[in-house]
């Protein structure tokens, strides 16, 4: 089950303060890429522009973790007045222990938004804690993520088989 996803958002936005209260949860890291804007897009939507600022209103406390540099990742979270994690080697738990630091907050009150299922998804399991996918936002550029799409396919299937919702 490290690959299935638990849940699966439509989007980012579709994610609740509620939802997160229900799961114990108030402190969210987020993926940049397909998850939160377009495949190395420097643009953030104005629908999550909106959606940030009812999680900082709910008092959710946000975070950035990616695995691109920091010239890709820093600008995008100085954006939103976020702090980042960039280079994160995710799958690998080391970028989510400093996110975790970061955030004031124990591990049972975080979780991972994202878009992959090998990086997002595995690091999540990794570190133990939820993982809240999200289909993604927009076409992959890179021929590595789109590989990668076609291995995670039959785990995406794997949800859906046993009932799983986009929420």
């Known amino acids: 089950m490290w690959f299935t996803p638990e849940y699966v958002f439509q989007d980012v936005t579709h994610i609740t303060p509620e939802f997160l209260r229900a799961k114990g949860v108030c402190a969210l890291v987020l993926d940049v890429d397909n998850t939160i804007t377009g495949d190395q897009s420097q643009i953030v939507p104005p629908e999550v522009q909106a959606w940030f600022a009812a999680m900082q209103?709910?008092?959710?406390?946000?975070?950035?973790?990616?695995?691109?540099?920091?010239?890709?990742?820093?600008?995008?979270?100085?954006?939103?007045?976020?702090?980042?994690?960039?280079?994160?080697?995710?799958?690998?738990?080391?970028?989510?222990?400093?996110?975790?630091?970061?955030?004031?907050?124990?591990?049972?009150?975080?979780?991972?938004?994202?878009?992959?299922?090998?990086?997002?998804?595995?690091?999540?399991?990794?570190?133990?804690?939820?993982?809240?996918?999200?289909?993604?936002?927009?076409?992959?550029?890179?021929?590595?993520?789109?590989?990668?799409?076609?291995?995670?396919?039959?785990?995406w299937q794997k949800y859906y088989d046993r009932g799983g919702k986009t929420l």
């Open 57 to 155: 209103a709910a008092g959710v406390s946000l975070t950035i973790l990616s695995n691109g540099a920091k010239k890709r990742v820093r600008p995008f979270a100085e954006k939103l007045g976020l702090r980042w994690v960039s280079r994160s080697a995710k799958p690998l738990p080391f970028g989510m222990m400093v996110a975790r630091r970061r955030l004031g907050v124990r591990r049972a009150q975080m979780a991972m938004v994202g878009d992959q299922l090998y990086t997002d998804r595995w690091a999540a399991a990794l570190y133990g804690i939820p993982a809240f996918m999200v289909v993604p936002r927009g076409p992959d550029l890179g021929a590595h993520v789109r590989f990668k799409r076609r291995l995670e396919a039959p785990f």
